[in-house]
């Protein structure tokens, strides 16, 4: 039997802004159906990975045999800097090092401290399979999904030292240990905002959630091939991904900087002048990237992103 409050303590002592677990099981109906009409709508654009091993996404027993508890993390990545005015911007989550590591290694870290471990008793998951995170997250009572279809970590959930809003990277361990205590889910406190949805430029957001296919971050990221024309005109100043939504958040005033170093941008990054950008060789990319999620767009997608953001910038 696990104890809820020793993998609480032990996930803060690793520097994880917040923890919570819930029953291994199927998602719940309404967020199956959500997937399903999602899906079903073609919203997930060229994601094509999103409806492979869907019956293992919408239930975790199912990826891992005999799971009995999910144990879901959040790391804090707000940087304390911001990139030169001079430059472009990127999404603030691909300012440093590729998180899928830097979490994964922590996860498996505490795993190690409650004694457990991996393949044997559980794995350790973060953006690596098919896992409905932001749920689990939910789920586990660490926020709520906003509008923007973010986790919202109020402040009090969190380590204070942490502070709340979205900017966190989110992770998972499937264990085969039952728990003596679960947390139960958040109701959302967007209330009657609208922000996120008023500040989008594509028009990407609604009710109904994300459309992918009018996403920047989707589009600068997953997407190969060329820009839309009438979406490349927003591409500026962001060459990787969009905040938009996440900026005009209300919660994200309570944003607080991530001590994870590994997160912060390195030098040659916070260099980089819009010339720079302009005139990036694949050897720059490679060497500014390395070990890097921004890797993901590839050297030709991150070029198209910048000649957008170029040809469209005042
Ligand atoms: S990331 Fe940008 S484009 Fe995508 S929904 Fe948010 S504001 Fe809109
Ligand atoms: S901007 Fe407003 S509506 Fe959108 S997620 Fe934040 S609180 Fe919710």
Known sequence: MLSATLVKQEAQALGFSAAGLAPAEAVEPWRQAQWQAWLGDRRQGEMDYLERNLEKRLNPTLLVDGAKTIVSVALGYFPAVSLSPEGYTMARYA???????????RLEELMQRLGLEPHKDGRAFCDTAPIDERYWAWRCGLGWMGRHTQLIIPPQHGRKECGGGTYFFLGELVLKHRADHYDQP???????CQRCLEACPTDALSDRGLDARKCLS?????????????????VTPCIYGCDRCAEACPWNKFAKPTTVTEFSPSKALMAMTKADWHSLSVEQYQHLFKGSAVKRAKFEG????IEAAKNHSS
């Open 302 to 305: 991150l070029k198209r992103n």
């Open 218 to 234: 989707y589009l600068t990221i997953e997407h190969r091939g060329p820009l839309d024309e009438s979406l490349a005109t927003h």
């Open 186 to 192: 958040i109701d959302s406190h967007c209330g009657t």
């Open 95 to 105: 300012y440093g090092q590729d998180y899928h590591d830097v979490v994964r290694h």
